[in-house]
């Protein structure tokens, strides 16, 4: 029986403001990165580590992650682990990571009046089956 769990928590802050893509039949993408950071102890020196992961958020939940979020804005992403795989221009083989969000937490963000002031959530919707588009 082979077990197959693809589960992911991630937070941090966002890298950018969002983008709202539309990839056709009323269909929306709404992207944006977060940055986590990781502090660990090595050699007894203190040190500091940064991921950035890319997030898509699709639907009318994508649309509600643009109307409240923005570069620096606060959020907890669960959802699922995604890879894209694409040819690149010059013949090699590429792929990268990314987060498909099913619920987005906006969490608060003390002195910005623009953000939410208490913990909201954007519940995702199915995802299209399929790859959609290969993001470059």
Not at 48 to 59: C, F, K, L, T
């Amino acid at each position: 029986m082979a077990i197959e769990i693809n589960s992911v928590i991630i937070g941090g802050n966002l890298t950018r403001d969002v983008e709202v893509k539309e990839i056709g039949a009323g269909r929306r993408v709404t992207t944006f990165t977060v940055a986590n950071n990781r502090t660990y102890i090595s050699n007894g020196a203190k040190n500091s580590d940064v991921s950035y992961i890319d997030v898509d958020v699709w639907g009318a939940n994508g649309d509600n992650c643009a109307k409240y979020l923005k570069k620096g804005s606060p959020v907890v992403v669960t959802g699922t682990l995604k890879q894209e795989r694409w040819k690149a221009n010059d013949g090699t083989n590429r792929s990268r990571f990314k987060v498909v969000a099913q619920n987005v937490q906006f969490l608060s963000f003390s002195g910005n009046p623009q953000t939410q002031t208490e913990p909201a959530y954007a519940k995702q919707e199915e995802a299209p089956a399929g790859d959609p588009v290969p993001w470059e």
